[in-house]
């Protein structure tokens, strides 16, 4: 990495204008990013109009519930926002409408004290189908020890440090089999928390275990160039002892980092197996690399594409004498591929690296699909046991696959 420490860490009109491509959503398969079902038949749901009968329900429950929110904004604040310390609770707006419900802060940077939107401290937690946003601390703070949280068809804006944090180290209780899935992540512009300048990721996973992040949208998680030079740190960051993460299908647009299995702040091993894949991955002219391996085990780079010309000379690197036994394969990008910096072992197999702007549909605005079956990248992949559909949910047939996160033209 250059110029920053990993470690340390638009609304929905102005994505549109930068990136016209929608989640081809289906109602079957990997990409289902359809509504979230009712519960059950006889299981307890209340319908809540203010924060403090969110939280009387949340605190009441006796087991399973369903809280919904009617729709309007939910102003929480250092001294108060939302606790989840019971097991089993699921949180999502009446409408099922993301816009229609705003958990809405004090702003990126207002006051000392910590804030969160949702501060989770219990298994089996849902949060659906609402935005959160101007938040000082953490959109969705998940404590050591609670498990199977699910986030879906949320939008977390404009958060003073890292949008969604799984917290804790190895000395604390892991966080297990998490879902992240069909939500949006980013910044109207950049971080501006009128300190740092740079202290920010997307999602940042510590000490996490058989994660799915998965057909989210993230964008704009970089610094604030008037603060600091030092770059944010990367939309997706897993480490700190974390394994088996299946990060795929997701959009990444503009961010200084994109994608992270390890970090390079402290020696030894920060994450074990798990796989990268069918991801998109725009940067801009200040980009560092677009997927990394840092200190990491047995990872899995898959069919990933990645464009953002000028920025680091790396698209993908696999660094540090930890990062060994990682398979690179039938990924499309516009600069080389590193596997052995610093000590690194990689196997490296039908990679493209020549990706220029007239091979995508326009790339400018993220739409990195191909313009045609002539590119370098047509037909230039291998079938792999481990990806059995591309991005758009298209099942894999052809015996040469194309290169990156779109399936076969061919």
């Not at 990013?33 to 009387?56: F, H, I, M, N, Y």
């Not at 498990?147 to 804790?168: C, H, P, T, W, Y």
């Not at 590193?338 to 739409?367: M, P, Q, T, Y």
Request: aromatic share 6%; hydrophobic share 35%.
């Amino acid at each position: 990495m250059r110029r920053h420490k990993l470690g340390l860490i638009s609304w929905i009109c102005l994505l549109g204008m930068m990136w016209a491509v929608s989640f081809d959503v289906r109602a079957n398969g990997p990409c289902d990013c359809g509504p979230l079902s009712k519960p059950p038949a006889g299981e307890p749901a209340a319908t809540v109009d203010s924060l403090a009968g969110l939280q009387q329900e949340i605190n009441t429950a006796k087991g399973k519930k369903t809280i919904y929110l009617k729709s309007g904004t939910y102003a929480v604040s250092a001294d108060n926002f939302i606790n989840v310390r019971k097991s089993g609770i699921t949180i999502r707006s009446l409408s099922g409408n993301q816009k229609d419900v705003v958990i809405q802060g004090s702003g990126m940077r207002a006051g000392g004290d910590v804030e969160h939107g949702f501060y989770i401290d219990a298994d089996d937690t849902t949060i659906a189908d609402l935005t959160i946003r101007e938040i000082r601390n953490h959109g969705i703070f998940v404590n050591p020890g609670a498990d199977r949280s699910r986030i879906r068809n949320v939008r977390i804006m404009d958060i003073g440090e890292q949008l969604f944090k799984a917290s804790g180290g190895p000395e604390l209780a892991p966080k297990m089999d998490g879902i992240i899935e069909c939500s949006e992540f980013g910044y109207t512009a950049t971080l501006d928390d009128k300190d740092d300048g740079w202290y920010t990721n997307g999602i940042d996973l510590l000490n996490s275990h058989n994660w799915i992040i998965r057909n989210n949208l993230i964008t704009n998680i970089k610094h604030q160039p008037e603060l600091t030079d030092q770059l944010a740190g990367p939309a997706i960051l897993v480490w700190q002892g974390s394994s088996n993460t299946l990060v795929e299908g997701n959009r990444i647009i503009d961010c200084d980092v994109g994608i992270s299995f390890g970090n390079s702040s402290r020696p030894g091993v920060q994450h074990t197996g798990g796989i990268i894949r069918n991801n998109v991955i725009k940067g801009y002219e200040s980009s560092d690399f677009g997927i990394g391996i840092i200190r990491s085990v047995d990872a899995k780079v898959i069919n990933n594409t990645i464009y953002s010309p000028g920025a680091w000379p790396y698209s993908i690197e696999a660094r540090f004498s930890e990062s060994t036994n990682c398979l690179i394969m039938n990924n499309l990008a516009d600069e080389p591929i590193i596997g052995d910096r610093d000590g690194a072992v990689s196997i490296l197999e039908s990679n493209i690296v020549v990706a220029k702007a007239k091979h995508f549909k326009d790339a400018g605005r993220g739409d990195l699909r191909l313009s045609s079956e002539k590119t370098p990248a047509a037909g230039a992949g291998k079938p792999h046991l481990e990806r059995q559909h591309d991005i758009e949910c298209r099942k894999i047939t052809a015996a040469r696959p194309d290169a990156g996160a779109y399936g076969q033209s061919r």
